[in-house]
């Protein structure tokens, strides 16, 4: 059973950093593309990064670009985002996600972790 | 970069059939997959259709998905409606940059 776990998740002030974290169980996790996305309140759904299974590939929205890092450890089964010059609007809940064969499709989300930016 | 429009809201009767509507604004709809996520309230995303007609298992043959390429759009139908089916539907797709979500439409089963 794929299971994912995200952690990291909580208050900070407008510019400052976050890491998020997803364990991932239940699959061969270097074969596969990861990816965040998020979730403002009350808001649709936002793909935020993605990144292959070997880690050499990597996408940005353009509204993170510069500002977050996607990175994976694959001989930990995790996924990171590195959030840094955090804004308000990028408070939202954000999701780990695995993809399928075809690292633009989802198959598999997790429950989420939210991600106050705040002063 | 190509947006994905679905209505924001929809509402049918219990037994009832329902169409959810994701129309693309440039390019081909054929071209790439497109996916449909469920999301119940204070839940997470699931996937109810992927690749534009398929069904992951656990998902009930009520759910199916279709592409028409003379509009553009793509379509999610849900037949045999029932209250646990009341959730916000996201259409998403993709091309060479970019990965789009529609906007989600929120089903209400009365």
């Known amino acids: 059973e794929v299971q994912l776990l995200e952690s990291g998740g909580g208050l900070v002030q407008p510019g400052g950093s976050l890491r998020l974290s997803c364990a991932a169980s239940?699959?061969?996790?270097?074969?596969?593309?990861m990816s965040w996305v998020r979730q403002a309140p009350g808001k649709g759904l936002e793909w935020v990064s993605a990144?292959?299974?070997?880690?050499?590939?990597?996408y940005y929205a353009e509204s993170v670009k510069g500002r977050f890092t996607i990175s994976r450890d694959n001989s930990k089964n995790t996924l990171y985002l590195q959030m840094n010059s955090l804004r308000a609007e990028d408070t939202a809940v954000y999701y780990c996600?695995?993809?399928?064969?075809?690292?633009?499709?989802?198959?598999?989300w997790g429950p989420g972790t939210l991600v106050t930016v705040s002063s | 970069n190509f947006m994905l429009t679905q209505p924001h809201s929809v509402s049918e009767s219990p037994g009832k059939t329902v169409t959810i509507s994701c129309t693309r604004s440039?390019?081909?709809?054929?071209?790439?997959?497109v996916q449909w996520y469920q999301q119940r309230p204070g839940s997470s995303p699931t996937t109810v259709i992927y690749e534009d007609n398929q069904r992951p298992s656990g998902v009930p043959d009520r759910f199916s998905g279709s592409i028409d390429s003379s509009s553009n759009s793509a379509s999610l139908t849900i037949s045999g409606l029932k209250t646990e089916d009341e959730a916000d539907y996201y259409c998403?797709?993709?091309?060479?940059?970019?990965?789009?979500f529609g906007g989600g439409t929120k089903l209400t089963v009365l």
């Open positions: 998403q797709s993709y091309d060479s940059s970019n990965r789009v």
């Open positions: 996600a695995k993809s399928t064969y075809n690292w633009n499709l989802i198959d598999y």
């Open positions: 440039s390019g081909s709809i054929a071209n790439n997959y």
């Open positions: 990144i292959s299974g070997s880690g050499g590939t990597t």
């Open positions: 239940g699959f061969t996790f270097t074969s596969f593309a």
